[in-house]
């Protein structure tokens, strides 16, 4: 389960960054780079950075403060989501002697963007107490102990971050997904009720936690939630949807296609699912209206084709042969079996058997001789098929 990168932007300039008094021999590119930085001008920052370098390399103006240079090389690498570049800026600012908390928490986030999971977490040990007035650190450090499988210094995380940040819903949001990932769905639950009476709760929230709990076999407890969630948002077809999947989870089928009919009256491109669902509740006029709103034509067919057979009306499914053809259907060899089947049914046994010759599927191919062999016997006692 993945989160968001929280960097928090405001933070990237600190004190050190500030132009030094005293001017060294030449353009001074580093406080330059670092009131470009503070300015939010990362590229122009880069190209002073760079110009430095290279003049530096070529003996030109060397890099007197290596620290500071490496520290705002990282803020440029991280503000271009570079994180490896950034981790490997600021590990060498520290190497440098850099020792500012806050080059710990961009470190933390470097290190996070790249994955780089451990060393994350070893920032943000170093960082000390700086992490107590940034929610997003306590997200990282919840995050980097999932990712290495330490479920257990992840909720710690999360408590810590609630006891410091105790109105900050995204903890909360967080120990409920842990919690699902421990199989603890009623804790998970009870924790959800309290999250989700928060006035912040949005539709998203809602759709997440319903969606984790219908992965996790928890479809009641999804539907409890999405239930919810339809009365506060009403016009919202993804919670309409997300709970017909869940009731279609628990096999209600017919309360599922009722939701999906609701969405579709929303969003059309919902009614073939609602009059396949009325199809497999066995409301087969519901789903023959239905299919005859549908806008997409290959699916309009094949759902009607199944509907007829369904309905036992092998005329009507017989009929179907060249509006399938038209379309290129029958190159699906379940479709050509079905239309066989239905010219069969209809005593056309010739229309049957050249759409029989062309299926080599090997089940279906099985099923085929069957199907000569009845053909056969209907044509030697006709009385005997009709």
Known sequence: ?????????????????????????????????????????????????????????AGEQLIEDHARFYTLKGLVFLKKQDFFGAKLAFTQSIDEGQQEPIVFVYLAQAAFGDQD????????????????????????????????????????????????????????????????????????????????????????????????LRQSKQADKAINILERAKIYFPADVRIIVELAHSYLDTDRILMSAELFLLAASIDSQYMSEAAELFRRAGKLDQALSLNAQVREKDKKLKQRLAILLEYEDYELAAAMEKPLYRVGLLEEEDIRYATAYSLFKSGEFDKASEQLSHITRSDLFRKSTELRKVMQECQDLVWSCF
Request: net charge negative; no cysteine.
């Open 1 to 57: 389960m993945m989160f968001r990168l929280l960097i928090v932007l405001s933070l990237l300039v600190p004190a050190f960054a500030v132009m030094a008094e005293e001017k060294q021999e030449g353009l001074d590119y580093i406080s330059l780079a670092a009131i470009l930085i503070k300015d939010g001008h990362y590229g122009r920052a880069e190209a002073a950075l760079g110009k430095l370098e290279a003049a530096d390399a």
């Open 117 to 212: 999971y451990r060393l994350a977490l070893d920032a943000i040990d170093r960082a000390g107490v700086v992490i107590q007035s940034m929610p997003g650190l306590y997200t990282i450090k919840a995050q980097s102990h999932w990712k290495l499988d330490d479920l257990n210094g992840a909720w710690l995380a999360l408590t810590d971050g609630l006891v410091h940040f105790a109105d900050e819903p995204t903890f909360l949001r967080q120990q409920i997904f842990l919690l699902l990932e421990l199989k603890l769905y009623q804790d998970a639950v009870t924790i959800a009720e309290k999250y989700l009476n928060r006035s912040e709760a949005e539709v998203d929230d809602y759709l997440a936690l319903g969606n984790a």
